[in-house]
């Protein structure tokens, strides 16, 4: 499976943005997807995940009521829609995909990751 994420940018404190990634080359119905998110000198970290199916979601603590995450499994997309943005937020940000699983959260339980997309949110 390969990924790609886009959308990233600059945006207010205050401020929403919409990041997507598009999966090519495998079984995209049949995965977990992952969003995580590295800001300089930290630890990749958990946002967010969906199930193969789309009917369950889980997130990180620092993110959850604020950001959304949604798939189409028709056009192999999944969405993260980030609300309320921080400065604590900006990173970049990387998808993720594994076959099935539900509620994984470690950076070694994904498979697949895409390059990334930089979020700037600033003050």
């Known amino acids: 499976v390969q990924l790609q994420a886009s959308g990233g940018g600059l945006v207010q404190a205050g401020g929403s943005l919409k990041i997507s990634c598009v999966a090519s080359?495998?079984?995209?119905?049949?995965?977990?997807m992952g969003w995580f998110r590295q800001a300089p000198g930290k630890e990749r970290e958990f946002v967010g995940g969906?199930?193969?199916?789309?009917?369950?979601?889980f997130y990180a603590d620092s993110v959850k009521g604020r950001f959304t995450i949604s798939r189409d499994n028709a056009k192999n997309t999944v969405d993260l829609q980030m609300n309320s943005l921080k400065p604590d937020d900006t990173a970049v940000y990387y998808c993720?995909?594994?076959?099935?699983?539900?509620?994984?959260?470690?950076?070694?339980?994904?498979?697949?990751w895409g390059q990334g997309t930089l979020v700037t949110v600033s003050s």
């Open positions: 080359g495998g079984a995209f119905s049949s995965t977990l």
């Open positions: 993720a995909a594994r076959p099935y699983g539900l509620g994984l959260k470690r950076v070694s339980e994904y498979d697949y």
């Open positions: 969906i199930s193969w199916g789309g009917d369950s979601t």
